[in-house]
C-alpha cells in the first residue's frame, strides 16, 4: 500500500466511526476542562458566599451575571465545583481502570497460558469475585476503610479486574493453539518472549475497547460512592457529592443536582460512542470495507 492509498483508506475508515469522532470530541472537551481547571475556572470551588447562596443558573430571570451556573446552599460557584469535578471523576476513572486492567490481564494470560492449578487457583477468585455484587462489596470495603481519594482508587480497582481477567484467559487460550505461537516456542522462545511478542499484541484491540467501556463504569461507580458518601468527602468538588448535596433541594431548586447529573451522562455518553468507535475500527472484519 503506496502513501497515498494509505492516506485514502485511513480516512474512508476515519469516515465510518462518526459516532466514535463524536464521543471522542465529547471526551476531549472534559479532559481539556479537567486539565485547564485552574485556568477556565471563574473562581475557588471551595470558596463561600453565604449572601449570594442559592443563585439560580443563567436561564433564570433572577440569576446573577457572576455565577452563570449558579451557586449552592452555601454560595460556592456551581460552574467552578462542575470544572474542578471533572478533575476528581476522570483521575479516579483512569487511575482504577489503569489498576483494575493492569492485574486483571496479569491474572489472565497467567491463566490462560499456562493453565493447570495457576488457572484453576485464578478461575475460582474470578468467580468468587463475580458472585458478590460488586457495588455490595465497593461498599462494605468503603465503608470499613473510610473515605478517601486513595481508597476509592485501590477499592473500585481491585472490584473491577475480573472482567479483563475471564476476557484475557479465554482469548490467550484461543492464541495459544495458533500456529505463529506454536512456531515460535518449537524455535526455542522463552514464555515470556512468546508472551510479549505474541500473544499480548493480538490481546491489544480487544483490551482497549474494554478499557474504554470500563472507564465509563468507573466514573459512574466513584459518583455513586461519593453520592452515598463513601467516595470523595467534601468540601472537595466531586459530581456525586455535588448530586447528594442537591437531593435535598430537588422540589424546587432541581438544577443542583440536574447540572452534576448532566455532566456524568455526557461524560459517559462520550466515553461509550467513543468505546463503540473504537471497536468497530479495531474490528478486522470492517478493515475492507
Not at 465529547?26 to 485552574?38: D, E, G, K, S
Not at 489503569?98 to 477468585?125: E, K, M, Q, V
Not at 468538588?237 to 440536574?258: I, K, P, V
Amino acid at each position: 500500500m503506496n502513501g497515498r492509498s494509505g492516506y485514502r483508506y485511513f480516512f474512508r475508515r476515519l469516515g465510518h466511526a462518526k459516532t466514535g469522532m463524536v464521543g471522542s470530541a465529547m471526551v476531549f472537551l472534559m479532559v481539556a476542562m479537567a486539565l485547564f481547571a485552574p485556568f477556565i475556572s471563574p473562581r475557588d470551588p471551595m470558596e463561600q458566599d453565604l449572601q449570594a447562596r442559592l443563585r439560580p443558573p443563567f436561564w433564570d430571570e433572577k440569576t446573577d451575571a457572576k455565577y452563570p451556573m449558579g451557586t449552592d446552599q452555601v454560595g460556592r460557584d456551581m460552574l467552578s465545583r462542575l470544572i474542578y469535578g471533572a478533575r476528581i471523576s476522570l483521575s479516579v476513572g483512569f487511575l482504577t481502570m489503569t489498576f483494575s486492567a493492569l492485574l486483571g490481564i496479569t491474572l489472565g494470560i497467567l491463566a490462560g497460558y499456562y493453565r493447570g492449578i495457576a488457572d484453576s487457583i485464578i478461575s475460582n477468585c474470578v468467580n468468587i469475585m463475580m458472585s458478590f455484587p460488586y457495588i455490595l462489596l465497593a461498599i462494605s470495603v468503603m465503608a470499613a476503610t473510610g473515605p478517601g481519594y486513595r481508597n476509592v482508587i485501590l477499592v473500585l480497582g481491585f472490584t473491577g479486574w475480573p472482567i479483563y481477567t475471564r476476557l484475557v484467559r479465554a482469548e490467550v487460550i484461543e492464541l495459544k493453539s495458533r500456529d505463529f505461537v506454536t512456531a515460535a516456542r518449537a524455535l526455542g522462545g522463552r514464555n515470556s518472549g512468546v508472551i510479549l511478542k505474541h500473544i499480548l499484541p493480538n490481546l491489544a484491540s480487544s483490551i482497549i475497547v474494554l478499557a474504554t467501556f470500563e472507564l465509563a463504569r468507573m466514573i459512574i461507580r466513584e459518583s455513586f460512592l461519593s453520592f452515598l458518601g463513601l467516595g470523595i468527602p467534601p468540601p472537595n468538588a466531586s459530581w456525586g457529592g455535588m448530586l447528594a448535596e442537591g437531593r435535598s433541594y430537588m422540589l424546587g431548586l432541581w438544577w443542583l443536582a440536574a447540572i452534576p447529573g448532566s455532566a456524568i451522562f455526557f461524560t459517559t455518553l462520550g466515553i461509550n460512542l467513543m468505546g463503540d468507535g473504537l471497536r468497530d475500527w479495531l474490528d478486522p472484519h470492517t478493515r475492507n470495507r
